[in-house]
T-cell receptor, first 112, second 113 residues
């Protein structure tokens, strides 16, 4: 069955450093992948979408890579700030175009 | 900005009660979704709707039903609430032309006692 894995352990990063989060998937080949941010008690908010023919996508301090050979996406936040602390979710399209398959998310903590 | 609102942020119900969760979006989106989110698990799709009066089951529809009488409103119904339905419920919408991004409401934290 289709499966997405994100590191379940919280990631602690010192302010100013680059945070890197990982999303691995198995058993299918998604056409694109999305990353969302979720703050406690709130709904997820879309950050970036990357397609299978794109190796890298950037938005301000955010960078996403998509390696379809490794079946992996990396999400980078450069010059991290305490305000970046949140849970980050990756999502891939499933067999139905209407349905996304979601990872459980990785909690990122940026320490001042 | 797209706005998705949910009728309650917190809800406490008793086992066996019928529960209605309402979701409204203001951007004329065709597609609407109901998810539940539990610790350690990804968002799990309960039902989705791609048009008024149309609905499709997601991965975990058992114990739930939905209603979409108007384009902007998508309701989730727990016919007879059970304790294992205690969860965070999230509504989302997308315009036609998937894979557009999903816009989420703030969530309803439901506790069933």
């Amino acid at each position: 069955s289709q499966k997405i894995e994100q590191n379940s352990e919280a990631l602690n990063i010192q302010e100013g450093k680059t945070a890197t989060l990982t999303c691995n998937y198995t058993n299918y080949s998604p056409a694109y992948l999305q990353w969302y941010r979720q703050d406690p008690g709130r709904g997820p908010v879309f950050l970036l979408l990357i397609r299978e023919n794109e190796k890298e996508k950037r938005k301000e301090r955010l960078k996403v890579t998509f390696d379809t050979t490794l079946k992996q996406s990396l999400f980078h936040i450069t010059a991290s700030q305490p305000a970046d602390s949140a849970t980050y979710l990756c999502a891939l399209v499933g067999n139905s175009n209407y349905q996304l398959i979601w990872g459980a998310g990785t909690k990122l903590i940026i320490k001042p | 900005d797209v706005k998705v609102t949910q009728s309650s942020r917190y809800l406490v119900k008793r086992t066996g009660e019928k529960v209605f969760l309402e979701c409204v979006q203001d951007m004329d989106h065709e597609n609407m979704f109901w998810y539940r989110q539990d610790p350690g698990l990804g968002l799990r799709l309960i039902y989705f709707s791609y048009d008024v009066k149309m609905k499709e089951k997601g991965d975990i529809p058992e114990g739930y039903s939905v209603s979409r009488e108007k384009k902007e409103r998508f309701s989730l119904i727990l016919e007879s609430a059970s304790t294992n339905q205690t969860s965070m419920y999230l509504c989302a919408s997308t315009p036609q032309g998937f894979p557009d991004t999903q816009y989420f409401g703030p969530g309803t934290r439901l506790t069933v006692l």
